[in-house]
């Protein structure tokens, strides 16, 4: 069956812009994952969904991210006024539940800031 | 604060021979710990994964060993084969905390480099 896809897979945009960033999880999954990887570094998790609801933001680096899911599939992670700071890897991943232990990942869309 | 670290950045074998990963963390809460492979402009994928009460647990040609005394977490891989080239990295999570809730999120570590040379 169809994995996790994220879409676009690269996007370039200048400073100060606005960019959304889709995720399509995994049909029947209902815990959907945001991670952000850094040049040569690990992921670092942004924020999850259960369901419609986000139980845990606390990675979210700024108020300039946010992200909503809706139907309990589909996300779209949002950064307004994008810096050059926010360029990485946005990673996407969803299992059947809060509790799985595996998550399936997305290619992720790589940002680029100018 | 938690953190999941590793110990080499790099690790460079020759095909056929068996490879170690090594992993420290600092959470003694978690509940399982996860190794995850990532090859280039992929996302990661799973690889096993070992509950905190476990000390071993094999799978097809990897077998990770959990040290819960010095919090090593190690995952090696038997006859290493070029397509085993990737990022590696652990992970971990916590499942339930006050309240009965479920934490959905994993820690990961910085990640070590296998390369397999032919």
């Known amino acids: 069956g169809a994995g996790v896809s994220q879409s676009p897979s690269n996007k370039v945009t200048e400073k100060g812009k606005d960019v959304e960033l889709r995720c399509d999880p995994i049909s029947g999954h209902t815990a959907l994952y945001w991670y952000r990887q850094s040049l040569g570094q690990g992921l670092e998790f942004l924020i999850y969904?259960?369901?419609?609801?986000?139980?845990?933001k606390s990675g979210l680096p700024s108020d300039r991210f946010s992200a909503e899911r809706t139907g309990g599939s589909v996300s779209t992670l949002t950064i307004q006024r994008t810096q050059q700071e926010d360029s990485a890897v946005y990673l996407c991943?969803?299992?059947?539940?809060?509790?799985?232990?595996?998550?399936?990942f997305g290619p992720g869309t790589r940002l680029t800031v100018l | 604060g938690e953190s999941v670290g590793l110990h080499l950045p790099t690790l460079s074998v020759q095909e056929g021979d068996n490879s170690i990963i090594n992993c420290a963390y600092s959470n003694s809460a978690s509940d399982y710990f996860i190794w995850y492979k990532q090859e280039s402009g992929k996302g990661p994928q799973f690889i096993i994964d070992?509950?905190?009460n476990m000390d071993k647990r094999q799978g097809q040609r990897v077998t990770v060993l959990l040290n819960k005394t010095v919090k090593h977490l190690s995952l090696q891989i038997a006859a290493t084969q070029p397509g085993d080239s990737a990022v590696y990295f652990c992970?971990?999570?916590?499942?339930w905390g006050a309240g009965g809730t479920s934490y959905g999120k994993l820690t990961f570590g910085q990640g070590t480099i296998l390369t397999v040379h032919p």
């Open positions: 969904f259960q369901g419609n609801s986000a139980p845990d």
């Open positions: 070992i509950r905190s």
């Open positions: 991943a969803s299992s059947q539940r809060t509790g799985s232990i595996e998550q399936f």
């Open positions: 992970a971990e999570k916590t499942l």
